[in-house]
C-alpha cells in the first residue's frame, strides 16, 4: 500500500542558526514515521536579511525530498506559510515554525490524531518558554478584545502549529484575501478539530523571535477587521453617545444661561462645546472608516499574494 504524504511548510526569517538545527531534529523525529508515511520538507524565506536561504539551499542539496521557496521580497509570515501551503502536494499539511518553539517530537502526536480522521489538529499552549510578559498580557489581551467585539470567536492561546487535511487544503487555497489571518481562516472553515495541549519551547539558538512587534500589531489588526465590523458599529455608537452628552450638556448650559446664570456661562461655551464634540465624532469616524477602505483598495487592486524569485526540488 502506498505511504500517505506529508507536507511541513516551514516559514522562515532571519533563523541561519536554526535551520540545520531544525532539519536535525525533524530528522531524528520522523526517523520512526519513515515506515508509514513520505514527507516534503518545504522552506518558505520570507527574504531574509541573512543566510537563511543559504542554508536552505545546503539542506535541498543533500536532501531531495527537502524544498525551498524564496519570496521576491519580504511578505510576512502569514503570506508566507500561505506560499509553502499552495506548493504542497501531501495527504496532510503540518505548519511548523523553524526556530523549535514548536516543538517537533510531537509530530507522532498530529498524525496519530489525524488517522482518528480530524481535518485540523491544532497546538494550543498553556505558556512559551522565554516569554516576555509584555508579549504574554499583550496577547492576553488581544484575544479578550477580539473575542469581545468579533462576531466569530477565536481559541485563545492557539499557534501556527497545526495539521490540515487536504480536503481542508483545497479549500484554504480558495481564499484571496491578502490581508489574512493563517489561524483566522482556518478555524473559520470549521470541520472536525482536536487541540493538542502543550508548552512552547525556547528557540534553538537562545535568541529572541524574529517576528517582530510591529508584525504582531499589523496581524492583530488585520484579524479585527477581518472579521468583525464592530469598529465601523461602534462609530454609530460612540456617535450616539456623544450626540446625547452633547445635546444634555447644551441644553443644561441654555438652561443656566438664561435663568439662574450661576456658572456665568458666555454664549460661545455651548457653540464651542458641541462643535469640540463634533469634530472628535468626525475624525474618529473618518479614520475608521478609512481604514476599511484601505483593505477594500488592496483586495481591488487583485495584485499577487506572493511573487516567488527562486525554487529549489520542486
Known amino acids: 500500500m502506498n505511504k500517505k504524504l506529508i507536507s511541513f511548510v516551514v516559514p522562515a526569517y532571519r533563523e541561519e542558526k536554526n535551520i540545520s538545527l531544525f532539519y536535525d531534529e525533524f530528522k531524528k523525529t520522523f526517523a520512526d514515521l519513515e515506515g508509514k508515511y513520505d514527507y516534503e520538507l518545504i522552506f518558505v524565506n520570507d527574504w531574509s536579511p541573512d543566510e537563511t536561504w543559504a542554508e536552505i539551499l ?19 509570515k502569514e503570506i508566507a506559510l500561505t506560499a509553502g501551503i ?8 503540518i505548519t511548523i515554525d523553524a526556530d523549535g518553539q514548536h516543538p517537533v517530537e510531537k509530530i507522532p502526536q498530529f498524525l496519530d490524531s489525524w488517522k482518528e480522521w ?5 497546538n494550543k499552549r498553556p505558556k512559551t518558554e522565554g516569554a516576555t510578559w509584555f508579549k504574554n498580557f499583550s496577547s492576553k489581551i ?5 473575542n469581545a467585539v468579533s462576531d466569530f ?57 524574529s517576528y517582530w512587534y510591529k508584525a504582531l500589531y499589523g ?51 455651548g457653540i464651542l462645546l458641541v462643535n469640540t464634540i463634533l469634530i472628535g465624532i468626525v475624525l474618529m469616524s473618518l ?3 478609512a481604514l476599511y477602505i484601505a483593505r477594500i483598495h488592496e483586495e481591488v487592486q487583485a495584485r499577487p499574494m506572493y511573487l516567488v524569485d527562486e525554487k529549489i526540488n520542486f
Open 142 to 146: 488581544f484575544y479578550k478584545i477580539y
Open 58 to 76: 545546503k539542506i535541498c542539496e543533500i536532501d531531495p525530498n527537502v524544498k525551498g521557496i524564496n519570496l521576491s521580497r519580504n511578505f510576512w
Open 219 to 269: 496581524l492583530a489588526v488585520n484579524s479585527l477587521t477581518s472579521f468583525s465590523v464592530f469598529p465601523l458599529k461602534l462609530v454609530g455608537y460612540l456617535g450616539f453617545l456623544m450626540t446625547f452628552i452633547g445635546s444634555i450638556l447644551f441644553i443644561f448650559v441654555l438652561i443656566d444661561r438664561f435663568t439662574i446664570n450661576s456658572f456665568n456661562f458666555s454664549n460661545i461655551t
Open 86 to 93: 499552495e506548493h504542497s502536494l501531501g495527504d496532510a499539511v
Open 118 to 122: 480530524y481535518d485540523i489538529v491544532y
Open 153 to 209: 470567536k477565536l481559541e485563545e492561546y492557539t499557534t501556527d502549529y497545526r495539521l490540515l487535511d487536504r480536503r481542508l487544503v483545497n479549500n484554504f487555497k480558495k481564499f484571496w484575501e491578502k490581508n489574512r489571518m493563517y489561524r483566522g481562516l482556518t478555524d473559520w472553515m470549521g470541520f472536525k478539530k482536536k487541540a493538542l495541549i502543550f508548552d512552547a519551547k525556547k528557540r534553538l539558538d537562545g535568541g529572541s523571535s
Open 287 to 289: 479614520g475608521l472608516i
